[in-house]
């Protein structure tokens, strides 16, 4: 068969080892050719398209980003944009196409099985928020570079007494800030899912500081935010009014606010530092190649099962196929039994026994 690739939406270490594996077992059993289309969609509207052999392949699977390079480009958005793409994958002979992407990504994906063209699907997002997967590939590599962040921020926090307040991804739901914020030891963490009061979290620092201790780390997603009590409106905090393809304002800048309002309540000197796109970068995590390459394997044998308008899942320990629409219906956000694991390590708020202790 003649297999189409692409990478779409934010990158996310793990990307080359998901087209590393789908290529290598599609060479080697099924005898497949395979195309790669650059810059996710836009590459499929535009016809930019690449050989991928087994040579092209070669010595990808450490590598961070993706070779096939990515781009938010919606064709769902453009004037015959789905028809534009079925056009390019008819013109190269393609007869399947693995889309690799999170949400917005695989909603294309599913816009154009809709019409009738074979496609797979494998779920990709740092954020780890695509329904109907236990993981997504890239996630642990962000929550282990945002915990080292949070063990050297440690270090800097206790000698300055400082409070600290790191900004992780996350901009629906707060699997990375929650991830990280327990396995980094952090002493408030924040996410989407929870709406927070300002006046409880310096609370909460305060009566940490009154017990002895004089430093403090708060992790919080890009995307939390402030609870009505907080004069909180609702949204996460905005670089700027820009919206992407898909519609998503770009996050950014809950950290410095919350800085700001901390030291302000407790007299605390305050830092902020904001992680970004360095949590996206680099080589990938041994899980996040194991389950990359898993993922990869699980789309061709999907194709060569034709089980189309499906996406490769892990359940469990196992990887098994759901339909796309299942996928992209909703977002996985932090289940209730995570949120327990938080709270059961960290203060709780206004606890008048802990004082003093
Ligand atoms: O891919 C998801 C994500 O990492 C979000 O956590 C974040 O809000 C967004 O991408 C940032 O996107 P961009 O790379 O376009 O700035």
Redesign the pocket.
Known sequence: MKVGILTG????PGLNAVIRAAVRKGCFHYEDEFVGFLEGWRGVMEDKAVPLDLSVVAGILPRGGTILRTS?TNPAKKPNGLEQCIATLKKNGIDALIAIG?DDTLTVASKLYGKGFNVVGVPK???NDLAGTDYTFGFDTAVNVVMEAIDRVHTTAEAHNRVMVVEV???DAGW?AIHSGIAGGADVILIPEKPFDIDEVADTIRQRHSRGRYFSIVVVA??AKFSPSSSGDGSAVSMDGDK?EFG?A???GIGNILAKELEKRTGFETRTVVLG?I??GGTPTAFDRVLATRYGLGAIDMVHRGEFGRMAALRGNKIISIPLQEAISKNRTVDQEMMDVASGILEKLNDEKLVNK
């Open positions: 939406g934010g990158d996310c938010r999170g997002t740092i954020d991804m996350g901009r990375i890009e995307g992407d998503h770009r996050l950014g796109h949590q996206r």
